[in-house]
């Protein structure tokens, strides 16, 4: 699997807490602000606590959210799908959200994992800077490398705010990505009982 963090590099690239803070101010006067105004006084502070939420990814590993699997499973031949998991990343061009929900799939291969770890493992992932096309190929990864299934399906439908709030400000619009391993990419019938099952209203 990719590794996306140098942890090194990371350790000696990473600013200061104080550091990120006088980046914020910066970008405040950049747009035409006054920093030192009364109501952004605690603005740059607020700024770096978020992004601590918005990109906590960065301190999470898919290993650690897959670890514990379970083995006690009677019928290992049937999909076990998760659908409508709510998704907030960052586009990595722009830095602007983008909102969506993640639908995942498998086939087990002797054994399963516990049916919210799928819904951590989209945040391991989407809380990063990152493009749909990645963040969609990546959880297919991490669940096919970890739990070595008969077969992983992962389908992400999001808006993408740098799209709809800037540039050709194209509101409603949404973009779907989909990631195949092993049984999915060759077995055109899963993929349809896939696609059927996210679109029913269960």
């Given at each position: 699997?990719?590794?996306?963090?140098?942890?090194?590099?990371?350790?000696?690239?990473?600013?200061?807490?104080?550091?990120?803070?006088?980046?914020?101010?910066?970008?405040?006067?950049?747009?035409?602000?006054?920093?030192?105004?009364?109501?952004?006084?605690?603005?740059?502070?607020?700024?770096?606590?978020?992004?601590?939420?918005?990109?906590?990814?960065?301190e999470s590993d898919a290993a650690d959210v897959l670890n514990t699997t379970f083995e006690d499973i009677e019928n290992d031949d049937e999909m076990i799908l998760v659908k409508d998991i709510r998704l907030e990343s960052h586009c990595e061009h722009h830095m602007i959200p983008i909102i969506g929900e993640a639908h995942i799939a498998y086939i087990p291969n002797k054994k399963i994992v516990g049916i919210s770890k799928l819904a951590r493992l989209v945040d391991v992932f989407a809380k990063r800077l990152q493009s749909q096309e990645n963040l969609t190929q990546q959880i297919a990864d991490a669940i096919n490398d970890y739990l070595k299934p008969k077969g992983v399906i992962v389908l992400i439908s999001a808006a993408h705010q740098c799209m709809t709030t800037r540039g050709v400000h194209k509101t409603g619009t949404k973009t779907t990505t989909i990631a195949t391993k092993a049984l999915f990419k060759v077995d055109d019938a899963k993929r349809r009982e896939f696609l059927e099952l996210i679109k029913k209203e269960m």
């Amino acid at each position: 699997m990719q590794n996306l963090q140098n942890p090194e590099l990371k350790e000696k690239a990473k600013p200061s807490k104080e550091e990120a803070i006088e980046a914020v101010k910066t970008l405040i006067s950049y747009i035409g602000d006054d920093p030192s105004r009364p109501a952004l006084i605690d603005t740059p502070k607020r700024v770096i606590n978020t992004y601590k939420d918005f990109f906590s990814g960065y301190e999470s590993d898919a290993a650690d959210v897959l670890n514990t699997t379970f083995e006690d499973i009677e019928n290992d031949d049937e999909m076990i799908l998760v659908k409508d998991i709510r998704l907030e990343s960052h586009c990595e061009h722009h830095m602007i959200p983008i909102i969506g929900e993640a639908h995942i799939a498998y086939i087990p291969n002797k054994k399963i994992v516990g049916i919210s770890k799928l819904a951590r493992l989209v945040d391991v992932f989407a809380k990063r800077l990152q493009s749909q096309e990645n963040l969609t190929q990546q959880i297919a990864d991490a669940i096919n490398d970890y739990l070595k299934p008969k077969g992983v399906i992962v389908l992400i439908s999001a808006a993408h705010q740098c799209m709809t709030t800037r540039g050709v400000h194209k509101t409603g619009t949404k973009t779907t990505t989909i990631a195949t391993k092993a049984l999915f990419k060759v077995d055109d019938a899963k993929r349809r009982e896939f696609l059927e099952l996210i679109k029913k209203e269960m």
